[in-house]
């Protein structure tokens, strides 16, 4: 089983700040499998990037996805009160799929 | 618009059995594979089970392996999982997924307690 490893659980920063999301993987994760979803409260998660790096539909330009291998990032440009949720990176390449454990992203 | 529809859930009593269902509308459901996903109250998301377009292939997480099966109608555009053997540890939000760029449509979920 492919471990996802999301640290830290909680990041607090400021509107218009930078957000970096780190997803470490315990073995390989082929790019075309590695997922980034927004989960806020009472809501469905919703796709952010697929296939590491490119943006879901509708999803504005301030997100953006990088990495390979066993490491991937997430990263909010120019955050904004509405950034405020759980972010999840996910894996699909390899049976059982997994998720990370989700970092929770606070607008101060 | 692609809109993906759960029923079925509810209170069921530990040992039980349960069938969850999907209907899906807005996209060829035929040509996609399709996923169940869960989260348990305050917790994270956990990946249950999958199954490929023609129901030649499943997968399932072992935490419900033997207890729970996934299958799928396409000329009713609908996906199922059967779940029996019911634990606590499986009280949860469950949410029907495509499997089409990655998971990239979901339900709005169906909430399955089990307790007695």
């Known amino acids: 089983e492919i471990v996802l490893t999301q640290s830290p659980g909680t990041l607090s920063l400021s509107p218009g700040e930078r957000a970096t999301l780190p997803c470490r993987a315990s073995?390989?994760?082929?790019?075309?499998?590695l997922a980034w979803y927004q989960q806020k409260p009472g809501q469905a998660p919703r796709l952010l990037i697929y296939g590491a790096s490119s943006r879901a539909t509708g999803i504005p330009d301030r997100f953006s996805g990088s990495g390979s291998g066993t490491d991937f990032t997430l990263t909010i440009s120019r955050l904004e009160p509405e950034d405020c949720a759980v972010y999840y990176c996910h894996q699909s390449g390899n049976s059982p799929y997994t998720f990370g454990q989700g970092t929770k992203l606070e607008i101060k | 618009e692609v809109q993906l529809l759960e029923s079925g859930g509810g209170l069921v009593q530990p040992g039980g059995s349960l069938r969850l269902s999907c209907t899906v509308s807005?996209?060829?459901?035929?040509?996609?594979?399709m996923n169940w996903v869960r989260q348990a109250p305050g917790k994270g998301l956990e990946w249950v089970s999958y199954?490929?377009?023609?129901?030649?292939?499943?997968y399932y997480a072992d935490s419900v392996k033997g207890r729970f099966t996934i299958s799928r109608d396409n000329p009713k555009n609908s996906l199922y999982l059967h779940m029996n053997s019911l634990r606590a540890e499986d009280t949860a939000v469950y949410y029907c997924v495509r499997d089409g760029l990655n998971f990239d449509y979901w339900g709005q979920g169906t909430l399955v307690t089990v307790s007695s």
């Open positions: 807005g996209f060829i459901f035929s040509t996609y594979s």
């Open positions: 199954i490929n377009s023609g129901s030649g292939t499943t």
């Open positions: 073995q390989s994760v082929s790019s075309g499998y």
